[in-house]
C-alpha cells in the first residue's frame, strides 16, 4: 500500500505539473508555516530551531512532493517518471537493498530471498492457500464493522497503510438527538418542516437523566446536515464526514451541509432531550470544547461530569459571561442539578463534591479538572447506582447497556465512531471510520486466543516488556479487516475484487523461506524456470509441506521434491527466533502468533520474538529535513561497514530506542586500527615474549579473565544483548589484557596467553566486526579458513574465586595509594593509578608495612554468625529486621555492658552485610574470604612495589605481635583504622 499511494502521488503531481514537474517554488501554504514557526520560536538560537513536523512529513523528509523526495535519493527526472508504476518500485530497490546489506557485512542465504505480492507466482499461490485455510477452518468472515478507512484511498486504512496513527482503533459513541424545538431562529428558516437535531456524541448515556443544558463552542465551525429525507444534524464537518461513511448522510459518503453555522448562532436554542427530566433545555456556550473530538455539541450533566458543574456554575453566578454571549437568565437560572447515581464516597452529587474538595473556583482549571474527573469517572461506572429512570437500584455498568439499547430502540440515539486519535493514510488524507462490509479475520474469538495465549506463554520474548507488549495485545485484539480495494499484493482468492491487506499477507511466511529457494530458483521474484510450476502448487501441496497433510497423489510434481520442501520444513520449523520491532507487537507478530497456531501442529508453533525499538542519531530522532539522517549506504561510506556495525551493537539493547553515536563510530575506527597495530607489534617482537606455559598470579588471572569474557560473551549474543556483548568481549578484554601487560613487570608476557588472547578476542568480536576479525584471522594471525567458519573459542570454567582476589589485589592497591597520599604527602588526592609517587629525598627509601587481618573476630564475627542464621541461600533473603535484632540482643554482644555503644556500630555493619549477602550469596558472610589475602598480596609485591613507588613491601599480619612492634610509633595508625577481613591497612615510613 505505500508504495501503491507514493506511485499514485506522483502519477498525480506529473498531471498537475508536467512530466518533468515544474513545481511552484513555495506556496503561501508553506510561506504561513514558517511564519507561524518562526513566531513560535522567537529567540531561539538558529541551530536550536526545530519545526513541529507530523509523522507523515518526517517520512517525505518535509518535502511536499513525491518528485522531490524521489530526486533526493539521486534519481534522475528521466527515471523518476518511471515510479508511476508501482511495480518499477520492485524492481528497482530490492537489488540495491542487497548492496547495501552485502557491503554491510550481512550473513545470508540469499537464495531464499523473495518479493511478495502477486509479482511472485509463488508467494502469491501460498498466500491463496494460507487465505483457504483460514477461511474453511471459519476463521474468516465477512461482516458490517466500523473500520478506519481512507476516503482518498476508498478502501480500509490499517496500520501499515498509515503515515500517522498507527495502531489508533475506532473509538465508539451514542449521539443524543437533542430536537430543536419550533419556531426555528432565521438562521435556520430554511430547515422549517424537518426534523432538526443538535447531535450530541456521548460516551455515557447513562447519564442523559440529568441534562440541564447543550454546550456549544462559541467560535465553532458548525453545520446543518442532511442525513435522510427527513432528518438533520447539527455537528461539525468532521463528526458529518464520520457520519456518511456510517451510512448518516442522504448522499452516501458525500456529506450535505444546508446551512454553515458557529456556534454564537446556537446559543439559546430550544432543545427537547431524551430522557431529561427538564422538558426544554437550552444551548449554553462552553470554553473549552474541542472539535476535534465527538461532534462539537456536549450534553451536560451537572451532578457527575466536574467540567459540566463549573461550566453552569460560572454562568449561574457571573452575570457579565451571561451578557458577554447574550445569554438570557431564564436559560441558565431554573435550572439545578439532578441526583442522578450515588457514587460511594461522592454521594449524589460528585461532580460538586469533588471541584469542592479540589477547591476548582472556573470551568478554566483544565488540570484540576482532568484530575476530579479521574476521581469520579472510573468509580461511578464501577461503584455507581442509578438513583432515577427504569433501572433504578442497578450497578451502573450494568444500566448502560440497557439505556443505551432503549436509545436506540426507540430511535432517540444512533451510535457513531470515529477514530480515537488523527489518522493519516500515506495518501496524505485525514481517515475516518467507516461502516464496511468486508472480510475479517476472527482474532479475539474465545477459543482461538486461547491458543494464541498458550503459544505466547511457551515463547522466549527476551524482555518481560515485549511479554507485556503482547498480553496486553491479545486482550484488546478483535476482528481485523484482511481485505482492501487497491494496492500490490495478493486477491481475496474467493472474491477477487478485494486484496489481501498487508499485515495479513505476512503472518505465516517464515514458513515460505524453507521452501523459497527450491521453488524460485534463486530468483526472488520467482520469475526464472524451474522445476515446478506455480499452477502445480495445489492446497493439497502446501498442506502436505506444511501441515502433516496427505501425500497429494494426484500432483505431478516429483515425490522426491515434495519430499525435499517437507523435509526443509520440518528440519527448520518450528522458528526459534523471530526478530522485529516493538511497534508490531499490537499487529503483525500477534497476527503470526494467531495464525501458526490456526495452521501448523502445535509443535511448529513459534518459539521465540525478538523486539527492539527504533533507532536514534546522535540522542535525536532520524530527520531528513534537520540533516540529523543517515542511510546505511551513508553509513558504510564514512565510517566503514564494521565501525557503523560497532556502533549500532553500542547503541542500546532491549526494546527501548537505540541511539547511533558517531562519536562512537569514529571511536570504533581508532580503537580497531589501534589494536591491528599493537597486534603487529607484538608478533613482530613475539621472540621478547615469556615462553613456556603460563605460571605466574598475572597469567593465572588473564587466562581467568579471556575465560569470564568467552562465557559471559557467549550468553550475551545468545540472548541478543549485543551491548553487552560487545563490552564483555570486546571492552572488558581490552581491560584485562592491559591490565596484564602492567602487571607483568620486566618479566614481560606469556606467549602462548599473548596468542590465546588474540584468537579469543577476534572471535569473539567478529559477530559485529567481521571484516576487522577476516583481516586479524588470515593477515596477522596466519590462520587457514574464516573465523566465521572456526567456531566458538573452547573455554574452562570460570574461577570466581581468583575473580574476587584479582578484585581484591587492585582495590587494596587503590587503598594504600590513597594512605600513602594522606600518610606521608598529606593529601587527600591520590594520584592517578599506575603514577609513581614522588620520593621526599634522594637518601631516603619510601617502605609499606601492609597489615592483614584474614578473619572477622569480636563483635563482627558476631554478627555474621547472626546473619548466616537468619539467611535463605536459595532465595538470597533475610528473616525481618526485628528477628535478626532480637538475636543481637540475645547473643553476647547484647549481654555485654557496653551494648548500646556496640549497637551504634553493629547497625552499619549488618546493613552493608545484608545488601553485600543478597547480591553475593551465603560467602558474603563467612568469616574469612574465600582466599588466602596475604598469599596474593604476597605473591604481587612486585607490582605492589611499582603500582605504589615503594622501594621495600612486607606483608604482615595484624595478629602477629613482632608484626605490629615493625611499625614503632605508627602502630597507632592501625588503632585509628584497623585491618579488618578485604580491607588491609598500610603503614608507610621512609629508611635511609
Not at 576 to 581: A, E, M, N, P
Request: proline content about 5%.
Amino acid at each position: 500500500m505505500p508504495i501503491k499511494a507514493s506511485a499514485d502521488k506522483l502519477a498525480r503531481e506529473i498531471q498537475q505539473f508536467g512530466d518533468p514537474p515544474n513545481f511552484p517554488h513555495e506556496s503561501e501554504e508553506e510561506i504561513d508555516t514558517v511564519q507561524e514557526a518562526e513566531e513560535a520560536n522567537a529567540g531561539a538560537p538558529p541551530d536550536k530551531f526545530k519545526g513541529k513536523k507530523s509523522k507523515a512529513a518526517s517520512k517525505s523528509g518535509g518535502q511536499k512532493f513525491q518528485w522531490e523526495i524521489m530526486r533526493s535519493f539521486g534519481l534522475s527526472d528521466n527515471e523518476i517518471s518511471k515510479f508511476q508504476n508501482p511495480y518499477n518500485w520492485l524492481t528497482y530497490f530490492p537489488p540495491l537493498a542487497k548492496e547495501d546489506l552485502i557491503a554491510f557485512g550481512l550473513g545470508c542465504d540469499w537464495r531464499r530471498s523473495f518479493i511478495t505480492t502477486d509479482m511472485n507466482p509463488f508467494y502469491d499461490s501460498f498466500v491463496r492457500w494460507q487465505m483457504r485455510k483460514l477461511k474453511s477452518l471459519g476463521k474468516i468472515v465477512k461482516d458490517v464493522r466500523y473500520t478506519i478507512f481512507s476516503p482518498l484511498d476508498g478502501q480500509p486504512c490499517a496500520d501499515h497503510d498509515r503515515a500517522s496513527g498507527e495502531g489508533v482503533q475506532p473509538q465508539e459513541y451514542t449521539i443524543i438527538k437533542m430536537e430543536l424545538v419550533s419556531p426555528f431562529p432565521p438562521k435556520l428558516g430554511v430547515l422549517e418542516g424537518r426534523r432538526v437535531f443538535l447531535a450530541a456524541a456521548t460516551l455515557r448515556p447513562e447519564t442523559m437523566y440529568g441534562q440541564t443544558n447543550a454546550w456549544v463552542l462559541p467560535d465553532g465551525k458548525y453545520g446543518a446536515y442532511e442525513i435522510n429525507d427527513t432528518d438533520v444534524f447539527i455537528l461539525t464537518q468532521r463528526a458529518a464526514l464520520n457520519l456518511a461513511y456510517q451510512k448518516y448522510s442522504r448522499i452516501p459518503e458525500k456529506p450535505t451541509c444546508l446551512v454553515e453555522l458557529t456556534g454564537y448562532d446556537l446559543i439559546g436554542l430550544p432543545l427537547r432531550s431524551p430522557l431529561s427530566f427538564n422538558e426544554i433545555i437550552y444551548a449554553l456556550p462552553m470554553l473549552t470544547i474541542l472539535t476535534d473530538k465527538g461532534t462539537g455539541i456536549v450534553t451536560s450533566v451537572p451532578s457527575d461530569a466536574p467540567d459540566d458543574y463549573m461550566a453552569l456554575h460560572d454562568l449561574k453566578s457571573k452575570p457579565a459571561l451571561r451578557a458577554k454571549y447574550g445569554v438570557k437568565d431564564e436559560w441558565v437560572l431554573p435550572f439545578e442539578i439532578i441526583p442522578i447515581i450515588n457514587i460511594p464516597e461522592f454521594g449524589d452529587r460528585a461532580a460538586e463534591k469533588v471541584c469542592m474538595d479540589l477547591k476548582i473556583k472556573s470551568q478554566n482549571e483544565k488540570e484540576k479538572l482532568a484530575d476530579a474527573k479521574k476521581l469520579t469517572y472510573l468509580k461511578g461506572f464501577t461503584e455507581g447506582t442509578m438513583l432515577v429512570g427504569e433501572f433504578t437500584g442497578r450497578k451502573v455498568q450494568e444500566a448502560k447497556a440497557f439505556i443505551r439499547s432503549k436509545l436506540l430502540e426507540m430511535g432517540l440515539a444512533i451510535m457513531y465512531s470515529e477514530p480515537e486519535k488523527r489518522v493519516v493514510s500515506r495518501s496524505g488524507d485525514d481517515c475516518v471510520v467507516a461502516l464496511t462490509d468486508q472480510w475479517y479475520l476472527t482474532y479475539g474469538e474465545e477459543e482461538w486466543r486461547k491458543l494464541a495465549e498458550e503459544c505466547l506463554s511457551n515463547m522466549n520474548l527476551y524482555s518481560e516488556e515485549t511479554r507485556h507488549g503482547f498480553e496486553h495485545t491479545l486482550s484488546w485484539l478483535n476482528q481485523w479487516a484482511c481485505s482492501r480495494s487497491f494496492g500490490l499484493g495478493t486477491r481475496i482468492p474467493w472474491d477477487e475484487q478485494f486484496l489481501v491487506e498487508s499485515l495479513s499477507d505476512s503472518t505465516i511466511y517464515m514458513a515460505y523461506y524453507t521452501v523459497a529457494h527450491l521453488l524460485q530458483n534463486g530468483d526472488i521474484y520467482g520469475s526464472s524456470r524451474s522445476s515446478i510450476k506455480p499452477e502445480q502448487l495445489t492446497d493439497e501441496v502446501w498442506d502436505f509441506i506444511f501441515c502433516g497433510g496427505a501425500y497429494p497423489k494426484s500432483s505431478d510434481i516429483s515425490s522426491s521434491i515434495l519430499n525435499k520442501m517437507k523435509q526443509e520444513f520440518e528440519y527448520w520449523y518450528p522458528f526459534d527466533l523471530r526478530v522485529s520491532g516493538k511497534d508490531l507487537i499490537q499487529n503483525h507478530l500477534t497476527f503470526s502468533i494467531y495464525n501458526h497456531t490456526a495452521i501448523m501442529s502445535k509443535k511448529h508453533w513459534p518459539r521465540g520474538f525478538r523486539c527492539n525499538g527504533h533507532i536514534m542519531l546522535n540522542s535525536e530522532k532520524m530527520s531528513k529535513s534537520t540533516g540529523n539522517f543517515r542511510t546505511l549506504r551513508q553509513a558504510i561510506e564514512e565510517f566503514s561497514a564494521d565501525a557503523t556495525r560497532f556502533s549500532l551493537a553500542d547503541a542500546g539493547d532491549g526494546v527501548d530506542d537505540a541511539n547511533f553515536v558517531f562519536e562512537t563510530a569514529n571511536a570504533a575506527i581508532l580503537r580497531l586500527t589501534k589494536e591491528i597495530s599493537w597486534m603487529e607489534e607484538v608478533l613482530a617482537a613475539e621472540s621478547s615474549l615469556r615462553t613456556g606455559p603460563p605460571s605466574t598470579y598475572a597469567d593465572r588471572v588473564f587466562a581467568n579473565d579471556i575465560n569470564i569474557a568467552v562465557k559471559m560473551t557467549e550468553q550475551n549474543y545468545r540472548d541478543y544483548m549485543f551491548r553487552e556483548a560487545l563490552k564483555t568481549g570486546f571492552y572488558d578484554l581490552q581491560a584485562a589484557r592491559d591490565e596484564y601487560r602492567f602487571s607483568c613487570g620486566a618479566g614481560g608476557m606469556n606467549r602462548d596467553l599473548v596468542w590465546h588472547f588474540m584468537d579469543v578476542q577476534t572471535r569473539l568480536i567478529t559477530p559485529i566486526c567481521p571484516h576487522y576479525g577476516e583481516y586479524v584471522w588470515r593477515i596477522l594471525l596466519n590462520k587457514n579458513g574464516f573465523v566465521v567458519k572456526a567456531g566458538w573459542p573452547v573455554a574452562d570454567s570460570p574461577d570466581l574465586t581468583l575473580k574476587i582476589a584479582n578484585k581484591y589485589l587492585q582495590d587494596s592497591i587503590v587503598l594504600m595509594r590513597k594512605l600513602l597520599q594522606k600518610q606521608i604527602l598529606g593529601s587527600k588526592k591520590a594520584n592517578k593509578k599506575g603514577a609513581p609517587v614522588t620520593t621526599l629525598s634522594e637518601d631516603n627509601r619510601l617502605a609499606g608495612l601492609i597489615y592483614v587481618n584474614e578473619q572477622f573476630d569480636g563483635w563482627k564475627a558476631e554478627c555474621l554468625r547472626i546473619l548466616q542464621s537468619k539467611f535463605d541461600s536459595k532465595t538470597h533473603t533475610f528473616a525481618p529486621d526485628g528477628e535478626i535484632m532480637e538475636a543481637l540482643k540475645n547473643s553476647s554482644i547484647g549481654q555485654a555492658a557496653n551494648f548500646k555503644q556496640t549497637q551504634k556500630l553493629c547497625m552499619p555493619f549488618l546493613r552493608f552485610k545484608k545488601d553485600e549477602a543478597v547480591t553475593l550469596g551465603a560467602q558474603a558472610l563467612e568469616l574469612r574470604l574465600p582466599f588466602g589475602e596475604i598469599e596474593v598480596l604476597q605473591e604481587n609485591l612486585d607490582l605492589i612495589r611499582r603500582q605504589i613507588g615503594l622501594e621495600e613491601v612486607e606483608i604482615l599480619s595484624a595478629t602477629d605481635p613482632d608484626a605490629l612492634a615493625k611499625a614503632g610509633t605508627l602502630v597507632s595508625l592501625l588503632n585509628q583504622n584497623p585491618p579488618s577481613p578485604g580491607n588491609p591497612t598500610a603503614i608507610f615510613l621512609t629508611r635511609s
